[in-house]
């Protein structure tokens, strides 16, 4: 009775496989799962390689999973030519969808030339834990090939994962998006050095820096978990500098000086509005 009921559910997910290979979501589900696998190939080849193979293969896989996402959402109805209204074009900029979908082309086409943004795959990776897990529970798992108990079993483990630690995963993949910056810590202050010696290397840096600073503008207006991040490193620079252990005038740097530049500088960066009532979701 047993081997006949595994015979059952065998076949059953067989069944399901062949459905569901026939949606864009099971197209998507494996663009995170091969996003996941090279994320891990490229942390092991990086520990004694400075090739990009996996990192950008990653970010391929980010840019097909997101590609499917906007064409769904914008492009699903009336395809391409709905671009020629101003509401979908200020929609597709205001979607995160396509902001992620943006940077992740930026860093796949520079880093060849970069050796890519230090830490660049991290907010991807993590949204994709989430994403597979979810898709696997309810489409996948279901009719899996397993005795009841320890699909239930699975099932359960899953759902006391995702609701205990995604809304700290969003502020981890918030954390590491700010952390991009630190791959121009050195660019920045050397940054005549650098075009005087490589200028590509320089203006291509250059281009991937002002795209994340872009990027970074429009989380902090968009996005909750990363404006805490942001007040949360403002708050601890604060504490040290307030601590009477180091001279006031660093203070004023970062206070008025430093702080004053970087609002000239992201100030000007607007999302534009949207003028009809009915918004783009």
Not at 35 to 55: D, G, I, T
Not at 126 to 133: C, M, R, T
Request: charged content about 15%; overall charge positive.
């Amino acid at each position: 009775m047993s081997e006949q009921r595994g015979d059952q559910n065998g076949g059953s997910c067989i069944q399901v496989l062949l459905k569901v290979a026939r949606t864009q979501k099971f197209y998507w589900f494996l663009g995170h799962v091969s996003e996941l696998a090279f994320f891990v190939l490229n942390a092991l080849f990086s520990l004694y390689s400075r090739s990009v193979k996996y990192y950008r293969l990653a970010l391929l896989s980010v840019i097909f999973t997101y590609g499917i996402v906007v064409k769904e959402i914008h492009f699903r109805r009336q395809g391409l030519a709905a671009i020629r209204k101003r509401d979908v074009r200020v929609g597709l900029i205001r979607d995160e969808n396509v902001q992620y979908l943006l940077i992740a082309v930026i860093f796949y086409f520079t880093s060849p030339i970069t050796g890519g943004v230090s830490g660049g795959l991290y907010p991807f990776s993590i949204y994709s834990v989430f994403h597979v897990l979810t898709y696997f529970q309810s489409t996948l798992l279901p009719s899996s090939p397993i005795s009841p108990p320890l699909r239930q079993q699975l099932d359960a483990s899953i759902t006391n994962f995702t609701t205990s630690f995604s809304q700290r995963a969003l502020y981890i993949a918030a954390n590491a998006e700010f952390f991009w910056l630190s791959s121009f810590v050195l660019f920045v202050p050397f940054a005549l050095f650098y075009l005087l010696r490589s200028p590509l290397y320089t203006i291509t840096n250059a281009f991937v820096f002002v795209s994340v600073i872009a990027f970074l503008k429009v989380r902090y207006e968009t996005n909750q978990y990363f404006k805490v991040i942001v007040s949360s490193w403002d708050m601890r620079i604060n504490q040290v500098l307030l601590s009477g252990k180091l001279p006031p005038s660093l203070n004023e740097l970062y206070n008025i000086r430093i702080k004053g530049l970087i609002h000239k500088i992201t100030d000007p960066i607007q999302l534009p509005a949207l003028t009809s009532s009915k918004k783009t979701t």
